[in-house]
Nanobody, 121 residues
Framework: QVQLVESGGGLVQAGGSLRLSCAAS????????MGWYRQAPGKQRELVAV???????NYANSVKGRFTVSRDYAKNTVSLQMNSLKPEDTAVYYC???????????????WGQGTLVTVSS
């Protein structure tokens, strides 16, 4: 079973920066991608940024040029550096991965517990 643990959320003023981190653990055999989604109050969950293994990052248009996603393949971690934050970035941010384990070769989607990012104006 794969688990994701996130850290790094908090309260920041508009224009500020935060860094989110997520670590995958468990009997991991292979990871297809790691990335971040967010869900603002009253809105649907949306993709923020994702890196497919061996590929380039993909970003939502709303965060391009401000957010940077990076992976450490050896440690099975993914980070999200968020700069020039805006009040509309306020949301619960969820780490996401699709991975398989040594005992079950089936790829399953896994979500973290979520971390709250609040940007004040």
């Amino acid at each position: 079973q794969v688990q994701l643990v996130e850290s790094g959320g908090g309260l920041v003023q508009a224009g500020g920066s935060l860094r989110l981190s997520c670590a995958a653990s468990g009997n991991i055999r292979s990871i297809r991608h790691m990335g971040w989604y967010r869900q603002a109050p009253g809105k649907q969950r949306e993709l923020v940024a994702v890196i497919f293994s061996g590929g380039s990052p993909n970003y939502a248009n709303s965060v391009k040029g401000r957010f940077t996603v990076s992976r450490d393949y050896a440690k099975n971690t993914v980070s999200l550096q968020m700069n020039s934050l805006k009040p509309e970035d306020t949301a619960v941010y969820y780490c996401n991965t699709v991975a398989s384990t040594m005992t079950d070769y089936t790829y399953l989607e896994v979500w973290g517990q979520g971390t709250l990012v609040t940007v004040s104006s």
